[in-house]
């Protein structure tokens, strides 16, 4: 089973941008996305972003990553697995979206667990499509940042929607899980030095 150190997720980053996996990680440089090519590729976007003190995040498949006690793999319907890495180094994020799995773009619960660092959430309901959202709140196609903090009229409006806008960060006594109902649009932005997420996805 894979061994995460959660009190250092720059040395997780560093031990884990091996290789062994068939799937490429996800590399976001700066709010940009990087079309990694290899994981030699990857380890040197990385290694050169944080050199440079770059905004960055990064997103593995750890297909050895054990499972919490709490998640069950006995129901009915298959289930994609709790498999999932992201670091994040600055404020950093991948924009509002529906989580989907596979080439069918099936939607999924999903669970992310915050081991360390902090992040905004925001959360809206799947009562309104993207687009009926982004008029809604204004919000230019490109932005990737839905709104800037401590905008109380927006926050009061995402509530009236039914959504909801708050920070999380592990507990003192350990880490904490958000979970993202199928179907919900969701954003995190980092707010730390550096964040360590693990996660998965359910049908």
């Not at 905008?151 to 509530?159: A, F, G, P, S, W």
Request: proline content about 6%.
């Amino acid at each position: 089973m894979l061994t995460i150190d959660i009190s250092n997720p720059q040395q997780t980053l560093e031990q884990y941008c091996v290789g062994g996996e068939e799937r490429l990680p996800n590399v976001d440089i700066n709010l940009r996305t990087v079309e990694i090519r290899s994981w030699a590729h990857a380890r040197r976007e990385l290694q050169e972003a944080n050199l440079k003190k770059c905004a960055f995040w990064a997103a593995f498949s750890a297909s050895d990553m054990e499972h919490p006690r709490w998640w069950t793999t006995k129901d009915l319907n298959p289930v994609p697995g709790y498999t999932q890495i992201i670091v994040g180094s600055g404020p950093t994020d991948i924009g509002l979206h529906v989580d989907q799995y596979g080439e069918k773009k099936i939607p999924v619960d999903s669970y992310l667990t915050l081991q360390s660092g902090a992040k905004k959430v925001l959360m809206l309901p799947p009562t309104r499509t993207f687009e009926e959202w982004r008029e809604r709140f204004g919000w230019n196609r490109v932005d990737k940042c839905p709104f800037p903090e401590g905008d109380i009229e927006l926050i009061k409006r995402v509530k009236d929607d039914g959504g909801f806008y708050f920070t999380i960060e592990p507990s003192k006594d350990g880490s904490v899980t958000l979970f993202v109902p199928r179907g919900w649009f969701h954003w995190l932005l980092g707010l730390t030095d550096w964040t360590l997420v693990l996660g998965g996805s359910r049908f």
